[in-house]
């Protein structure tokens, strides 16, 4: 890609008129690394760009030697591809826009989605709204990319207009899902330290109306290419109807799952089961909804309630085995039935959760130990000898029995709290 990118900079620098001093300038910055060996600053390099007027190269001769390296070197990218690497540097100098999801998601998004979560913004290119623009333009800008490619590899290539064209779509397209597949394998929870914001996070993501649902729907309005009206935009690029459709399809189809989670009136299908078809007809989202109230009622519960002993406590917290209806075990039954990002996220959201069970657990359980073993170790066992070497008195067998025997503190001790962890 760089190649390309190079080889048109170093001949449009004898050839005016397809010379521009700011993709001259871009270049320079993506280039930067091996630019800085002739120590000059960046910044007066840029400078001197701008300086640039006229400038008149025809006491100098292009290196053919590099120039020829360099077009063998690009005979192992296919055409198609080399028109749109320099399609997209001949538009590189342009502002880029961006659509701000983010701002439709509202100031919750803060406090549901990490930092490392790619919601902030999308090239707008990425978008249905960009995309039409991109097909209104596309039949100009291949002629005048397939103009200079011609020119920069001296080659007199006749090959179809409309072929090429479909090939640069199809890499757009590409191009398009990866963004957004991309976007959606980003998504991680908020980790909390404290349980009282750990706790609004899931109110947060318990509402029907939630900044996760909105992004849903923001990804499922721009994947879902079906589109009549879009479609026929793509189509007055006048190439084979049958194969554009084919393409927008296939980007739709990558997408589906979203597409049905967000459909009011779909049930999510997998497989061969169709969730949430039933005697109430729950849609899975909203099931989702009520399993995440129930994971946050049972952290304030399991925090507060008196009625169940620490034993009880401990061993629920430590133990590997939950009741089918547990909120944590329902709820990690329920998202298998998501998209892989989507049950992903919640999965992660669900061990963060349980780690504050887990951690008040552990709180009890070396409370109980201190109490229950480290006290009377320290108390009855260790001042005598064999454990102590300075004592005079030897620890009686009565003693040795009672904390190490089979039934002894120790061993009772296991089996209060260990025995099903």
């Known amino acids: 890609e760089n190649l390309i990118k190079t080889l048109y900079m170093y001949r449009s620098l004898f050839e005016q008129k397809y010379f521009n001093k700011e993709i001259l300038k871009i270049w320079i910055n993506e280039n930067w690394n091996t630019l800085s060996k002739y120590s000059i600053s960046k910044d007066d390099f840029l400078e001197g760009v701008d300086e640039l007027k006229q400038f008149n190269l025809k006491s100098f001769t292009e290196d053919e030697n590099s120039i020829h390296t360099g077009k063998r070197k690009l005979e192992s990218i296919s055409r198609t591809q080399r028109i749109y690497i320099l399609l997209n540097f001949l538009n590189s100098d342009k502002p880029k826009e961006k659509y701000l999801i983010k701002e439709d998601l509202g100031f919750a998004a803060n406090s549901v989605f990490s930092n490392n979560s790619q919601i902030t913004s999308i090239d707008k290119i990425y978008t249905k709204v960009g995309m039409m623009d991109f097909l209104n333009d596309l039949n100009q800008q291949v002629d005048t990319a397939i103009n200079i490619e011609s020119w920069m590899l001296d ?83 006048g190439l084979n109807a049958g194969e554009i459709r084919s ?100 999965s992660q959201l669900s061990n963060y959760s349980w780690n504050f069970i887990e951690n008040h657990g552990i709180s009890l359980f070396n409370t109980a130990w201190i109490n229950e073993v480290y006290n009377p170790f320290v108390n009855d066992i260790a001042p005598y000898y064999p454990f102590n070497d300075e004592s005079v008195a030897d620890l009686s067998m009565d003693s040795f029995k009672t904390f190490f025997g089979r039934n002894g503190t120790l061993n009772s001790f296991y089996k209060k709290y260990l025995n099903n962890v």
């Open 155 to 237: 080659n007199n290539f006749k090959e179809n207009k409309n072929t090429l064209t479909m090939g640069i779509l199809k890499l757009y397209l590409s191009e398009y899902q990866n963004a957004w597949q991309n976007l959606l394998a980003s998504l991680q929870p908020v980790r909390y330290n404290t349980k009282e914001a750990m706790v609004n996070e899931l109110n947060i993501l318990s509402k029907k109306e939630n900044p996760l649902y909105s992004l849903l729907k923001i990804v499922s309005s721009n994947t879902n290419l079906n589109d009549a009206v879009l479609l026929t935009q793509a189509y007055n690029l």
């Open 247 to 346: 393409n927008f399809i296939g980007v739709s189809n990558a997408f589906t799952q979203y597409h049905k989670l967000v459909n009011k009136n779909t049930l999510l299908s997998v497989g061969n089961i169709e969730v949430g078809k039933g005697t109430d007809d729950e849609k899975i989202l909203d099931i989702l909804n009520t399993n995440i109230t129930n994971m946050s009622n049972k952290i304030i519960d399991f925090s507060s309630n008196n009625n169940q002993s620490a034993e009880e406590k401990i061993s629920y917290a430590l133990g590997g085995n939950k009741d089918a209806n547990d909120p944590f075990a329902v709820f990690q039954m329920n998202i298998k039935k998501l998209p892989n990002d989507l049950e992903r996220y919640y």
